[in-house]
Structures are given as C-alpha cells and as structure tokens.
C-alpha cells in the first residue's frame, strides 16, 4: 500500500493483490479508480473517478464516496424516532439525500496503516446534518482471495439515531472506451423493488418486477429497456433482493463482452439501488480523459431502502448505543 500526500490533509493509498489496482482517497473515503485486467491482460480504470481534489469538492453526482449517514433519500428531510421529530437538509427537492449538504462525501477520513487493509475512520458529531449522537464509524478496504475486493463498515453511537452507508462507485466495464453502458449485461437476483410516489421515494408498495423495464431477473443488457423510463430518465430503482442462506447476498452481476470483464456484488444490505447516471451531460472530463456522457456508467448501491425511518415495515435502519453497526460489501471481477 502506497501512499502519496496531498495538499491540505488529503492522501491518495493504493492498494493491490497483483491483479486488480484500486486507489483510495481519504476525501470522502472515496474509491478514485479500480484498475482491471481484460480478458487480455490489459487494465483500464473501470469506475469513475476525477484527477483533482477540488473537482470532487464541487461534484454532485458522488463519483467513488462513501455516503452518509443515510445513503439515498429521506422524505422531505424528516424521521421521528423514540418519539422525537428531526428536521434534516432538503438538498434534493423536498427530500434529503446522501446525508445533507456536508455529508460523509465532503469530509476528511483518519486513515490507519492495518495489516487487514485500509481503514478510514471519521466521527459524525451529535446534530451534524440534523442527526442525532456522536456516531464513530470505521470503513475497511481490503482484498480477499479469487479477486474479491471488500468493504466492511462498522460503526457505534452514543445516542439512538439512524444509519445506512454505502459506496457510490460507478462503473464502465469498458474503462470508458464506451461512452454509454447499454451493452453492459445485466443481472440482479431481486423478485421485487420498491414502488415510488410522486416525491421520488419509497410509497410503501412492495411490487414484482415482472413484465416491468426493471425485471433483470435473467441477464439483460442494460441499453434494451433503459429508454421506458421517462421519469427517471434511465435506471434509478431500489430492488428487494432475494434472501438466502449466506451472510452475504449475491445481488448482481455486471458483464461487458467487448472486454470480457465481469463484476459480481455480494452484500450483507437487504437493498441495492441500480442508477444508470441519467443525470450526467457531458459537462465533467473523468479520470479516463473523456467526458462522462448520461448512461455514462452504472452504480450498483448497496444499502438498506429509501425513507426507512418513516416506513416501519422496511428492515431497521436504527442503531442503538449498545448496538454496533456492521454491513459489508464485495466487489468481485473476473473475465470471460
């Protein structure tokens, strides 16, 4: 693991297993790049990312961060909890998204030097963003065997709150050799997803995704019904995934024929937000010197559901004083 300075406190580390390159930033605990060998050898930078510390300062999409502490949307900002009401930031419309204003993305991580990988550390204060309780959370990056890159968060509290992290890498399999992802194939074990209201959250409604755009039941390339979908502009969805015996749950598979690269997501999340960046316009140069086009690149979001605070029958987002916090992520690439 490498490490090189940055102006103002902020460090770039490099981790390796020999085969896969990831580079992580401790603004935002953000994955800068992932570089992954083709089916011939050849690594490219798979996800995207910038060259500079101040075009992740000004980024809106959340390019790589670590988002919190609630990933995704909050309806109009709000969640009661042990009988108290909490007003957060709307920085999205009416909503809250992605922790606030100054969420965890916009944030400088403690970094330690562990012989399990790299662990960032960043301590949320009581009333930060509208939370309650100092909230201490610790995020490991680290390999394990057959290409598996992991990403374990833990975290404590002094106060009952609520909590749902994630990382918001996209990715381009192609290394961004293509500007849209529509011949990306893919799968994602889910039965159902999460219907939304009017707002863009969660209405409550459980549905099948059968005979829907968002049913990748069967591997499908991401291009065949990404145009059925007005509103959204593209994929913007969470799935219900499908239970099974393992800690972790297989939830998608990402493949891309051209380079033969091959990403399998594992997480211990009962979600995952697939976003096809249908907001992005060609306005940002990426890490891989091109222009980052809408359906540029796909975030595979792992997390708990949207607006679970305010919908008691989604699985718990609340942590306790005498509760530790614990999800994991895992990225697995091969090729075919």
């Known amino acids: 693991m490498n490490e090189i300075k940055q102006p103002n406190g902020v ?3 490099t981790l390796s297993n020999g085969v896969i390159d990831v580079v992580v930033c401790n603004y935002g605990c953000t994955i800068v790049s992932m570089k992954v060998p083709d089916r011939e050898g050849k690594k490219q930078n798979v996800v995207a990312g910038f060259n500079s510390v101040e075009d992740y300062k000004s980024d ?4 790589g961060c670590t988002v919190g502490r609630f990933a995704n949307r909050i309806a109009f900002g709000e969640f009661k909890l042990d009988g108290k009401q909490y007003q957060l930031a709307r920085n999205d419309g ?4 992605h922790g606030g204003t100054r969420g965890f993305d916009k944030q400088i991580w403690k970094t330690d030097d562990s012989t399990d990988g790299l662990v960032m550390h960043y301590v949320s204060t009581d009333g930060e963003e509208g939370y309650p309780g100092n909230l201490q959370i610790a995020v490991t990056f680290s390999f394990s065997a057959a290409n598996k890159f992991i990403i374990q968060y833990t975290a404590t509290t002094d106060k009952p709150t609520i909590i749902n992290l994630t990382n918001h890498s996209y990715f381009n399999l192609s290394g961004f050799a293509q500007s849209t992802i529509y011949n990306h194939f893919l799968t994602v074990n889910a039965e159902n997803y999460t219907v939304k209201n009017e707002y863009n959250v969660p209405s409550g409604e459980i549905r099948s995704v059968a005979g829907t755009p968002y049913d990748f039941r069967k591997s499908k390339l991401i291009g065949d019904d990404i145009h059925d979908l007005p509103v959204d502009r593209g994929y913007d969805i969470n799935y219900v995934l499908d239970k099974n015996k393992e800690d972790e749950r297989a939830c998608a598979t990402l493949y ?3 380079s033969g690269r091959l990403l399998n997501v594992f997480t ?3 979600g995952l937000q697939v976003y096809t960046a249908n907001w992005w316009n060609g306005s940002a140069t990426g890490a891989q010197n091109t222009l980052y086009q809408k359906h540029g690149a796909v975030a595979l979001e792992t997390q708990s559901f949207p607006d679970s605070p305010n919908h008691p029958e989604f699985p718990t987002t609340i942590l306790n004083p005498s509760e530790v916090y614990s999800s994991k992520t895992t990225f697995q690439f091969l090729t075919l």
């Open 60 to 63: 809106i999409n959340y390019l």
């Open 11 to 13: 460090q770039l580390f």
């Open 268 to 270: 211990t999340k009962p």
């Open 94 to 97: 009416v909503n809250h998204l």
């Open 256 to 258: 891309e024929p051209v």
